[in-house]
């Protein structure tokens, strides 16, 4: 539960200066911290590939807004 909070409040945190994608990301390997699968290497990375997949679906398809950061600009 400590893991998923810290996610949460991690995301809450890194939204304005980090945009949606990298937030979201470290939430996800946060949460599946939580989940037992340690391996925050590998699943950051992961995390930060699919919630840039999910801001351009949503962006760029659906003209919903979203927070940008560093690298969502870079697929503007």
Do not use: Y
């Not at 699919?50 to 398809?61: H, T």
């Amino acid at each position: 539960m400590v893991w998923v909070v810290a996610g949460l409040a991690a995301q809450m945190l890194l939204l304005d200066n980090f945009g949606f994608s990298i937030a979201t990301g470290v939430l996800f390997a946060l949460v599946a911290a939580g989940f037992g699968r340690r391996k925050l290497w590998l699943t950051v990375p992961l995390g930060i590939v699919l919630c840039l997949g999910i801001w351009l679906i949503f962006a760029g398809l659906l003209q919903l807004s979203l927070p940008a950061g560093p690298l969502e600009h870079l697929f503007l």
